[in-house]
Protein backbone atom coordinates (compact mmCIF):
# COMPACT_ATOMS: atom_id res chain seq x y z
CA UNK A 1 0.00 0.00 0.00
CA UNK A 2 2.80 2.53 -0.23
CA UNK A 3 3.47 2.68 3.05
CA UNK A 4 6.34 4.85 3.77
CA UNK A 5 9.28 3.68 6.47
CA UNK A 6 11.74 4.95 8.66
CA UNK A 7 14.86 2.84 8.73
CA UNK A 8 16.48 3.40 12.44
CA UNK A 9 19.96 1.48 12.63
CA UNK A 10 21.00 1.34 16.52
CA UNK A 11 22.28 -1.56 18.49
CA UNK A 12 22.26 -0.30 22.06
CA UNK A 13 19.12 -1.34 24.21
CA UNK A 14 19.64 2.23 26.15
CA UNK A 15 19.33 4.48 22.81
CA UNK A 16 16.61 2.68 20.83
CA UNK A 17 14.35 2.70 24.27
CA UNK A 18 15.02 6.34 24.08
CA UNK A 19 14.60 6.89 20.38
CA UNK A 20 11.57 4.52 19.35
CA UNK A 21 8.90 5.83 21.90
CA UNK A 22 9.88 9.53 20.43
CA UNK A 23 9.87 8.78 17.14
CA UNK A 24 6.74 7.12 18.12
CA UNK A 25 4.80 9.71 19.49
CA UNK A 26 5.94 12.02 16.46
CA UNK A 27 4.71 10.11 14.25
CA UNK A 28 1.27 9.58 16.17
CA UNK A 29 0.82 13.66 16.07
CA UNK A 30 1.14 13.32 12.75
CA UNK A 31 -1.32 10.58 12.21
CA UNK A 32 -3.69 12.20 14.60
CA UNK A 33 -3.63 15.85 12.75
CA UNK A 34 -4.39 14.23 9.57
CA UNK A 35 -7.21 12.09 10.65
CA UNK A 36 -8.85 15.08 12.31
CA UNK A 37 -8.09 17.05 9.27
CA UNK A 38 -9.46 14.65 6.25
CA UNK A 39 -10.82 12.00 7.72
CA UNK A 40 -14.65 11.92 7.02
CA UNK A 41 -15.89 8.37 9.01
CA UNK A 42 -14.54 5.24 10.85
CA UNK A 43 -13.57 3.68 7.46
CA UNK A 44 -11.16 6.71 6.38
CA UNK A 45 -9.96 6.93 9.88
CA UNK A 46 -9.14 3.57 10.07
CA UNK A 47 -7.38 3.30 6.56
CA UNK A 48 -4.96 6.71 7.56
CA UNK A 49 -4.20 4.90 10.59
CA UNK A 50 -2.59 2.05 8.42
CA UNK A 51 -1.28 4.51 5.87
CA UNK A 52 1.61 6.07 8.66
CA UNK A 53 4.80 5.74 8.62
CA UNK A 54 5.88 2.42 9.86
CA UNK A 55 9.53 1.91 11.98
CA UNK A 56 11.97 -1.07 11.08
CA UNK A 57 15.03 -1.34 13.65
CA UNK A 58 18.29 -2.65 12.65
CA UNK A 59 21.55 -3.45 14.33
CA UNK A 60 23.89 -4.60 11.95
CA UNK A 61 25.23 -3.26 8.88
CA UNK A 62 23.68 -6.35 6.88
CA UNK A 63 20.37 -6.54 8.61
CA UNK A 64 20.01 -2.36 7.62
CA UNK A 65 21.25 -3.00 4.14
CA UNK A 66 19.32 -6.01 3.60
CA UNK A 67 15.66 -3.47 4.82
CA UNK A 68 17.16 -0.87 2.14
CA UNK A 69 17.21 -3.35 -0.78
CA UNK A 70 13.97 -4.51 0.47
CA UNK A 71 11.76 -1.14 0.84
CA UNK A 72 13.68 1.66 -0.72
CA UNK A 73 11.44 3.05 -2.56
CA UNK A 74 9.48 3.36 0.32
CA UNK A 75 11.92 5.09 2.50
CA UNK A 76 10.84 8.31 4.34
CA UNK A 77 14.36 8.36 5.90
CA UNK A 78 17.09 6.99 7.50
CA UNK A 79 18.82 6.94 11.27
CA UNK A 80 22.02 5.51 11.62
CA UNK A 81 24.16 4.74 14.76
CA UNK A 82 27.90 5.65 13.61
CA UNK A 83 29.47 1.94 15.33
CA UNK A 84 27.50 -1.56 14.73
CA UNK A 85 28.34 -4.63 13.54
CA UNK A 86 29.54 -5.32 10.07
CA UNK A 87 30.45 -8.71 9.27
CA UNK A 88 29.89 -9.62 12.79
CA UNK A 89 32.76 -7.24 14.16
CA UNK A 90 31.67 -4.11 15.89
CA UNK A 91 33.07 -1.30 13.25
CA UNK A 92 33.20 1.99 14.22
CA UNK A 93 32.68 2.98 10.38
CA UNK A 94 29.97 0.95 9.63
CA UNK A 95 27.15 3.83 9.47
CA UNK A 96 29.01 6.01 7.73
CA UNK A 97 29.89 3.21 5.01
CA UNK A 98 25.87 2.04 5.19
CA UNK A 99 24.82 5.89 4.47
CA UNK A 100 27.42 6.53 1.90
CA UNK A 101 25.83 3.15 0.13
CA UNK A 102 22.20 4.11 0.93
CA UNK A 103 22.76 7.79 -0.49
CA UNK A 104 24.40 6.05 -3.45
CA UNK A 105 21.25 4.57 -4.52
CA UNK A 106 18.22 6.87 -3.79
CA UNK A 107 17.63 10.62 -2.35
CA UNK A 108 16.25 10.15 0.60
CA UNK A 109 16.67 12.51 3.85
CA UNK A 110 19.80 10.29 6.16
CA UNK A 111 20.29 11.70 10.00
CA UNK A 112 23.30 9.98 11.15
CA UNK A 113 23.37 10.25 15.25
CA UNK A 114 26.25 9.58 18.17
CA UNK A 115 27.12 10.25 21.67
CA UNK A 116 30.78 11.29 20.02
CA UNK A 117 30.44 14.69 19.05
CA UNK A 118 33.24 14.37 16.43
CA UNK A 119 31.46 12.28 14.51
CA UNK A 120 29.79 14.97 13.16
CA UNK A 121 32.48 15.77 11.02
CA UNK A 122 31.49 12.42 9.06
CA UNK A 123 28.11 13.56 8.83
CA UNK A 124 29.18 16.43 6.79
CA UNK A 125 31.32 15.06 4.67
CA UNK A 126 28.79 12.21 3.93
CA UNK A 127 25.88 15.77 3.52
CA UNK A 128 23.86 13.75 6.31
CA UNK A 129 22.18 15.10 9.34
CA UNK A 130 24.05 15.08 12.70
CA UNK A 131 21.97 14.79 16.00
CA UNK A 132 23.95 13.87 19.24
CA UNK A 133 22.53 10.82 20.93
CA UNK A 134 22.58 12.58 24.46
CA UNK A 135 21.30 16.30 23.52
CA UNK A 136 18.27 17.72 25.61
CA UNK A 137 16.83 18.60 22.45
CA UNK A 138 16.80 15.39 20.85
CA UNK A 139 13.34 15.30 20.59
CA UNK A 140 13.07 19.06 18.96
CA UNK A 141 15.08 17.94 16.97
CA UNK A 142 13.97 15.05 15.40
CA UNK A 143 10.90 16.37 14.99
CA UNK A 144 12.34 19.06 12.91
CA UNK A 145 14.07 16.30 11.01
CA UNK A 146 10.70 14.92 10.21
CA UNK A 147 9.07 18.31 9.59
CA UNK A 148 11.54 19.30 7.14
CA UNK A 149 12.35 16.68 5.35
CA UNK A 150 10.01 14.19 5.42
CA UNK A 151 6.87 15.68 4.52
CA UNK A 152 5.28 16.31 8.19
CA UNK A 153 3.46 19.15 8.82
CA UNK A 154 2.88 21.97 5.83
CA UNK A 155 4.51 21.38 2.11
CA UNK A 156 6.88 24.14 1.98
CA UNK A 157 7.28 24.93 -1.71
CA UNK A 158 10.91 25.62 -2.44
CA UNK A 159 12.44 27.23 -5.49
CA UNK A 160 16.13 25.01 -7.34
CA UNK A 161 18.04 27.38 -4.46
CA UNK A 162 16.14 25.43 -1.67
CA UNK A 163 14.85 28.66 -0.88
CA UNK A 164 10.91 28.66 0.40
CA UNK A 165 8.76 30.30 -1.31
CA UNK A 166 5.04 29.43 -0.52
CA UNK A 167 3.23 26.67 2.01
CA UNK A 168 0.01 24.49 1.61
CA UNK A 169 -1.44 23.51 4.83
CA UNK A 170 -3.89 20.70 3.08
CA UNK A 171 -4.88 19.12 0.13
CA UNK A 172 -7.04 21.91 -0.98
CA UNK A 173 -4.21 24.50 -0.77
CA UNK A 174 -1.84 22.18 -2.33
CA UNK A 175 -4.01 22.52 -5.54
CA UNK A 176 -4.55 25.57 -5.71
CA UNK A 177 -0.66 26.79 -4.95
CA UNK A 178 -0.01 24.33 -8.04
CA UNK A 179 -1.47 27.15 -10.02
CA UNK A 180 0.70 29.74 -9.05
CA UNK A 181 3.93 28.01 -8.20
CA UNK A 182 6.63 28.33 -10.86
CA UNK A 183 7.69 25.08 -12.59
CA UNK A 184 11.04 25.24 -11.49
CA UNK A 185 9.54 23.96 -8.06
CA UNK A 186 7.78 21.22 -8.73
CA UNK A 187 10.81 19.90 -10.41
CA UNK A 188 13.09 20.58 -7.54
CA UNK A 189 10.20 18.78 -5.52
CA UNK A 190 9.30 15.76 -7.75
CA UNK A 191 13.21 15.18 -8.41
CA UNK A 192 13.79 14.64 -4.13
CA UNK A 193 9.78 12.87 -4.03
CA UNK A 194 8.60 15.48 -1.93
CA UNK A 195 5.26 15.63 -2.93
CA UNK A 196 4.58 11.47 -2.78
CA UNK A 197 6.07 12.10 0.69
CA UNK A 198 4.22 14.78 1.21
CA UNK A 199 0.92 13.52 -0.29
CA UNK A 200 1.25 10.20 1.88
Same mark, same amino acid.
Given at each position: ???????????????????????????????????????????????????????????????????????????? +???? /??? %????????? #????? *???????????????????????????????????????????????????? +???? /??? %????????? #????? *??????????????????????????????
Amino acid at each position: GEVRVILLIEDSVKYYTRYLPKLYALIMLQTQSIIQERAADDMHRMLKMRARPKIVLCSTYEEAASIFDQYKNYLL +CVIS /DVS %FEKDGVKTQ #DAGAQ *LLQYIKSNVEVPCLMQSSDITNKEKAEELEVDFISKNAETLEHELRNVLMEK +CGFG /DFI %FRNSRNMAI #DKARN *LKEFAEKLATIPPESLLFHSRRQGISKWLM
